[in-house]
């Protein structure tokens, strides 16, 4: 006979796992290390909102502003040269010279070329506190003027200016910006008989609530309209209705730091008309390239190239296939 002596040993441990979940089944240890890591099993507490200390939203007259900058490209046809010479830290001038066809509008809606050439001198006053002077002198006799003031950090002041020779086309406007901690609001005054009011509120740290109204004394004519915004870091959404039938509604997507895709649909109520466009914004080590296509037939590229410090290539592109309309142009600037 012999002595048979066994000894019950307990399963391995998990490696880095604590001592009470080593004593549970593979399935449930593992829920353990997760909820101990953060990782999953029971959700995070949602973050509180303080509905009393909201962001500030952006001004109602920009509110499409991301959106614009992509599917609007400043196009032009022919030859565009513009140069700004600083002086100081605060002030600069300014050289810009075009040459290149103008489209007059027809009642047939064709499209009328005129050839036109300019020459625009300009000078820029920028304070170190963000007020700034801007005006602008053409060879054709208009002229043009911008001042900004910020009185108090809620209270700021413009005034825009645009003098032409030509009888009743001159116009001005004078707009009071007031801004509040989660809040902005303006009141706009112009030229025949124009009163208009915006109005902007952030209701959620992503999401704005809006509208604006006008009142045109001359022509005896009135409007109302309401907006929403929604953005957080990689979209941006806008919506737009307003009395006078129209409603806009535009989307951007930030794939990237370097790619952004935007969209834009407007309907007109009164006409039965609706467009769409699709448009992209993709910046390169030494360019930048903006394009967009609608549902008009029209294809649109603008470059920016950076030759070197100060200096910019420009292309620009707009193909109307329904039209058969083709505009190109190409520029340069110089100084920054």
Known sequence: MGITVSRAEAPPAVRGSSSSASLLPPTAAELVRNVQAGKGGIAKPAEVINYMRLPPPIKYEE???????????????????????????????????????????????????????????????VSNKGNMMIGRVMTDGRMSGRVKYDLKDWLGFKLQMNLAPEAGVSQGMVDVDVKGSDWNGQVKLGNSQFIGVNYLQSVTPHLALGGEAFW????????????ARYANDAHIA???????????????????????????????????EATAAFGYDYILRQCRLRGRIDTDGKV????????????????????????KDYKFGFGMTVGE
């Open 300 to 323: 649109a590229a603008y470059l920016e190239e950076r030759v070197n410090v100060g200096v910019n290539f420009i292309l620009s592109a707009e193909i109307d296939h329904w039209k």
């Open 238 to 272: 806008t919506a737009q209705v307003a009395t006078t039938g129209l409603v806009s509604l535009t989307y951007l997507r930030r794939i990237s730091e370097k790619v952004s895709l935007a969209t834009e649909f407007l309907w007109n109520w009164n006409s039965r």
């Open 63 to 125: 509110l499409q502003r991301e959106s614009m900058m992509t599917l609007k490209p400043e196009l032009f046809e022919g030859l565009r040269f513009d140069f700004t010479k600083p002086l100081n830290q605060n002030f600069a001038l300014c050289h810009s010279m075009f040459m290149g066809n103008i489209d007059v509008p027809t009642q047939n809606n064709q499209p009328l070329k005129m050839p036109m050439g300019t020459y625009e001198f300009g000078a820029n006053l």
């Open 216 to 227: 045109l004394g001359q022509q005896r004519k009135s409007g109302a309209g309401f907006a």
